[in-house]
């Protein structure tokens, strides 16, 4: 299971960084989204992936980290990805707002028509 999430995790982050290297600002921003969901994953991977483990002190129970899941990197992922979807939102609009200014979605301004040859 371990061995998957992490191949997963990889594989987002590669095809982030492939799209954030692209020209144009939609692939750009879908580029940051697929690394900050390969950030979540990795962090949500940090706190030891368990099936079944109960998030929450049960009485009588000691609590361990053999007993229960680690609470920390879902608060953390849960913030991560608000603050993701607010970001997103953003570069959308300055994406949006570039493209009526300029009349191209290039990342410099510039269409394929005024690149050098």
Same mark, same amino acid.
Request: cysteine-free.
């Given at each position: 299971m371990l061995l998957?999430?992490?191949?997963?995790v990889g594989t987002l982050a590669g095809c982030g960084?492939?799209?954030l290297l692209r020209a144009r600002t939609f692939d750009t921003v879908l580029g940051l989204t697929l690394l900050s969901y390969a950030v979540n994953l990795f962090i949500f991977a940090?706190?030891?992936v368990k099936v079944a483990a109960d998030p929450? +002190?049960?009485?009588?129970? *000691?609590?361990?980290?053999?007993?229960t899941a680690d609470p920390l990197p879902q608060a $953390? +992922?849960?913030?991560?990805? *608000?603050?993701s979807f607010a970001m997103?939102?953003?570069?959308?609009?300055?994406? $949006?707002?570039?493209?009526?200014?300029t009349g191209s979605d290039h990342v410099d301004g510039?269409?394929?028509?005024d690149a050098p040859r």
């Open positions: 998957m999430l992490s191949l997963f960084v492939w799209l940090m706190g030891r929450i +002190v049960q009485k009588g129970v *000691v609590s361990t980290l053999a007993t $953390l +992922v849960l913030t991560a990805i *608000v603050i997103t939102a953003v570069l959308l609009g300055i994406a $949006l707002r570039s493209y009526q200014q510039a269409g394929r028509e």
